[in-house]
């Protein structure tokens, strides 16, 4: 079965953002963003929001599995880039980034439920234990 995931991108008013997209920046991904070509917009917001980003694009591209014949998905874990809506409940951003990199390292997937019917409110799940490398 083919599996695609929309990834919602981090802010871009933060501090780490601030270093990325001012004009005196000279490491490469800030020299990137200045070329024609650019940089991968996953880069940009692995960048910005450090591990809250990164896990949901490590989990994303370890886990997608883009339909055969539609090369545009490239790895299947696609970044939207339009407002989306803040109103969904559960883990924290820093939380949810140490699940799904944990996740990743097990190479363990989570357990998908249909969007339709799904529980959006409720208690906060337990805080995890810090991730072991």
Same mark, same amino acid.
């Given at each position: 079965m083919s599996r695609v995931f929309l990834l919602s !991108? =981090? /802010? &871009?008013?933060? =501090?780490r953002a601030k270093m &990325? &997209? /001012? !004009?005196?920046a000279r490491f490469d991904l800030a020299n990137a963003l200045r070329?024609?070509?650019g940089a991968p917009i996953g880069d940009v917001f692995r960048f910005v929001s450090g591990l809250y980003f990164r896990g949901k694009l490590a989990y994303g591209t370890r886990f997608a599995k883009p339909p055969d014949g539609a090369a545009w998905l490239g790895s299947g874990a696609l970044v939207i880039t339009r407002r989306c809506s803040r109103r969904s409940s559960g883990r924290g951003d820093m939380s949810r980034g140490r699940l799904l990199l944990r996740c990743v390292d097990a190479g363990e997937e989570l357990a998908y439920v249909a969007v339709r019917g799904a529980v959006r409110r409720g208690t906060? !799940? !337990?805080r995890l234990e810090a991730r072991r490398r």
């Open positions: !991108p =981090a /802010r &871009l008013d933060g =501090a &990325l &997209l /001012r !004009p005196e070329t024609i070509q906060r !799940p !337990p």
